[in-house]
């Protein structure tokens, strides 16, 4: 059997043994199962239940000599209707896959509903359309008020050109106009952050800093979004309602200056 052979009969998911049974048969003409076995050297048994089942894919024909099944191919146009079928097949099998996804995601959430959604954002374009997905938590759960808390170090205000409004753009300005109120926590300090001040004040966000390792942890009803502005900044969004109640609990607690 040589290599063509092999790789295209591989592609229309033959085994290596029914590529040889096949090959044979085709070689050999209109023989029963016993003979296919000798030429191949495969235990008869094998044989015939491989020919049984190429014959159900209408691969192989059979007839019946003397009282003992035959079987053959009658043109290599058995090959080109199987490729046809399979084609078919799969396209039926793709327009179906949108509902079944939904319906294996849904068995997955019941198996383990405790476990948060993760959501990965990436680079600069990334980050940017996490604060697009947080503004439309927002608006389509209409929360009036969400929770942040924010690196404002003065190492980080100087060392870095980007502000938060390279990221969120516009998002502030439209959240003040649904006068959502941000509940914002502020690490202050030189180089590190050393206390922490709150403020409630919309109109200075969108200038605190987004680079030198800068963090912003926002709230969000039942969702929790972690921002941190590196060389190539990254966002996380988890959907626990068991994680944000804890981050409320925590930032509720908080001793502020």
Known sequence: MTTEFAHFFTQLWFSSKETKIFLTLYKLGTQPASSIAKHTGL???????????????NLIKTSIRRGVKQF??????????YIAD????????????AVIENALEQLATNRY????????FDGFDGVRNMYADLYQEVKVNKYLAIKLFATNTFASQVSVDNTL???????????QKR?????TYLGDGI????????????????????GNAAIN???????????????????????SEDLAYAMHFLFEKLQVD
């Open 43 to 57: 235990e008869r048994t094998l044989v015939y239940k491989t020919l049984l089942e190429m014959s159900a894919k």
């Open 72 to 81: 053959f191919i009658p043109s290599t146009a058995v090959i080109q209707q």
């Open 86 to 97: 399979q084609q078919s097949h799969r396209e039926h099998v793709e327009a179906d896959f």
């Open 113 to 120: 509903p405790h476990l948060p959604k993760i959501s990965f």
């Open 165 to 175: 409004k390279n990221y969120a753009t516009d998002m502030f300005e439209k959240l």
């Open 179 to 183: 006068k959502v109120t941000i509940e």
């Open 191 to 210: 180089l590190i952050m050393e206390h922490i001040s709150k403020t409630t004040n919309i109109d200075n966000l969108s200038t605190l800093p987004a």
């Open 217 to 239: 942890i926002f709230v969000v009803g039942k969702i929790v979004y972690i921002v941190i502005f590196k060389d190539i900044p990254f966002a996380i969004k988890l959907a």
